[in-house]
C-alpha cells in the first residue's frame, strides 16, 4: 500500500469513525459517569468488536453474512435489543450517577470489565459494519504484496483510530458533566441520552 492510499484509507477510518453513532454514544455516556480514564478499558472493549468485525470481513467471510438474511436480522435484532435495553437503563438512572468531584463510591466501583463488555456488545451488535469493511477493505488491498502484512496495517490502523475516536468523546463527555451541578439537569441528561440510545436501537430495527 502506497503512503497516498494509506493516508486515503486513514482519512476514510477516521470520518466513518468519528461521526456519532452507539458506539460514540456510549463513550461520552461512559466519560460522563466514569471519566475519561476509567473509559479507557470500554475504548478497548470497542476496538477489540471492531477487530472482530474487519477481521471477518478480510477473510471473506463478511460475504456470508451479506448472504445470509436470516444471520444478518439475528445480529441486527440482538444489537438492536442490546442497544434499547442500554437506553432504558440511562433513562431510568438517577442524575446522581453522573461523575462530579464528589463522585459517590458505588460509581467509582463500577467493574472494569462490565465497561469492557458493554462497549464490546454496543459495536458488535452492528452487523453492517462488517458489510462497511467488507466493501471498504478491497479498495486498499493490493494483490501484487503480500496478504498477511497488508492486513496488518488496515487492522493496526483501524485500531489506533477507533480508539482514539472513543476516547475523543469519552474526554468530551467529562469536560460536559462538570458544567451541570444540579441534579435536575443531570436527570434530563440521562433522559435525553438514554432516549437516544432508545431511537438508535428502533432505527437499527427499521433500517433495510
Same mark, same amino acid.
Given at each position: ?31 460522563? +459517569? ?37 444471520? &444478518? ?11 434499547? &435495553? ?12 453522573? +461523575? ?87 436527570? +434530563?441528561?440521562? +433522559? ?17
Amino acid at each position: 500500500m502506497s503512503l497516498e492510499f494509506w493516508l486515503l484509507y486513514i482519512t476514510t477510518i477516521f470520518i466513518a469513525s468519528i461521526i456519532p453513532g452507539p458506539s460514540m454514544l456510549l463513550a461520552l455516556t461512559l466519560g460522563m +459517569r466514569h471519566g475519561a480514564q476509567r473509559t479507557i478499558i470500554a475504548a478497548l472493549g470497542n476496538v477489540s468488536a471492531s477487530l472482530i468485525q474487519a477481521s471477518i470481513s478480510i477473510a471473506g467471510l463478511g460475504a456470508i453474512l451479506l448472504a445470509s438474511e436470516s444471520l &444478518f436480522l439475528a445480529i441486527k435484532w440482538l444489537g438492536a435489543g442490546y442497544l434499547i &435495553f442500554i437506553g432504558l437503563l440511562i433513562f431510568k438512572s438517577k442524575g446522581s450517577k453522573l +461523575r462530579s468531584d464528589q463522585q459517590n463510591s458505588s460509581d467509582s466501583l463500577t467493574p472494569l470489565y462490565k465497561l469492557f463488555k458493554q462497549a464490546f456488545m454496543v459495536a458488535a451488535g452492528n452487523p453492517k459494519a462488517i458489510i462497511f469493511f467488507s466493501a471498504l477493505f478491497p479498495q486498499f488491498i493490493n494483490p501484487e504484496v503480500a496478504h498477511g502484512f497488508q492486513a496488518i496495517i488496515l487492522l493496526g490502523t483501524l485500531a489506533v483510530i477507533a480508539f482514539i475516536c472513543f476516547m475523543v468523546y469519552a474526554i468530551s463527555g467529562e469536560k460536559i458533566v462538570s458544567f451541570f451541578t444540579a441534579e435536575q439537569f443531570k436527570n +434530563r441528561i440521562n +433522559r435525553i441520552i438514554g432516549g437516544t440510545f432508545i431511537g438508535a436501537g428502533i432505527g437499527l430495527v427499521l433500517s433495510d
